[in-house]
T-cell receptor
Framework: GEDVEQSLFLSVREGDSSVINCTYTDSSSTYLYWYKQEPGAGLQLLTYIFSNMDMKQDQRLTVLLNKKDKHLSLRIADTQTGDSAIYFCAESIRGSTLGRLYFGRGTQLTVWP | SQTIHQWPATLVQPVGSPLSLECTVEGTSNPNLYWYRQAAGRGLQLLFYSVGIGQISSEVPQNLSASRPQDRQFILSSKKLLLSDSGFYLC????????????FGPGTRLTVT
């Protein structure tokens, strides 16, 4: 199937690191993505990782992929109040409809000053 | 650069009234287009996708329909709205093959009363 699961809430203090976790079930994933949604807005693509990679770093963001456990994580270093948002994990699957993505329900990240 | 527009931004409609939401993409040709609904549970539900003019695929049965009269225009419609149609409607586009990242519009908040 194409189940993508995430925890619903995460709270951290400003300056700490945040780790948002995601699990998926389909082993035919091609790419895995992290999107950010601020209140009342559309989704913004933050980063993505090819399914044959283990890690990708982009400034404050680090994506880790454990293919064996089908586990994806997003680490935000030095979390700021502006990082408060909903974060969605998504995957695309080989052989699926062109461009089809499967999204998790999103993790609400709250950053306390 | 590519941009995606949605209108209206917010809409309040009575039960049984018709609906028309519009999405347009600029700066790209022959995009894949998507309509999503985000309800109170925050998950993203894919409603329709289109890989070309006049080509519409529906993911779930419902009283909504979609049309693509032009290459970069995607319309979501209903003849008679239900209370359960309330939600945040997001349009997205992607191109070609490979990474499949999707780019989202700002969304339309629909409240059916």
């Amino acid at each position: 199937g194409e189940d993508v699961e995430q925890s619903l809430f995460l709270s951290v203090r400003e300056g700490d690191s945040s780790v948002i976790n995601c699990t998926y079930t389909d082993s035919s994933s091609t790419y895995l993505y992290w999107y950010k949604q601020e209140p009342g807005a559309g989704l913004q693509l933050l980063t993505y990782i090819f399914s044959n990679m283990d890690m990708k770093q982009d400034q404050r963001l680090t994506v880790l992929l454990n293919k064996k456990d089908k586990h994806l994580s997003l680490r935000i270093a030095d979390t700021q109040t502006g990082d408060s948002a909903i974060y969605f994990c998504a995957e695309s699957i080989r052989g699926s409809t062109l461009g089809r993505l499967y999204f998790g329900r999103g993790t609400q990240l709250t950053v306390w000053p | 650069s590519q941009t995606i527009h949605q209108w209206p931004a917010t809409l309040v409609q009575p039960v049984g009234s018709p609906l028309s939401l519009e999405c347009t993409v600029e700066g790209t040709s022959n995009p894949n287009l998507y309509w999503y609904r985000q309800a109170a549970g925050r998950g993203l539900q894919l409603l329709f996708y289109s890989v070309g003019i006049g080509q519409i695929s529906s993911e779930v049965p419902q009283n909504l329909s979609a049309s693509r009269p032009q290459d970069r225009q995607f319309i979501l419609s209903s003849k008679k709205l239900l209370l359960s149609d309330s939600g945040f409607y997001l349009c997205a586009w992607s191109i070609g093959q490979g990474i499949y990242e999707q780019y989202f519009g700002p969304g339309t908040r629909l409240t059916v009363t």
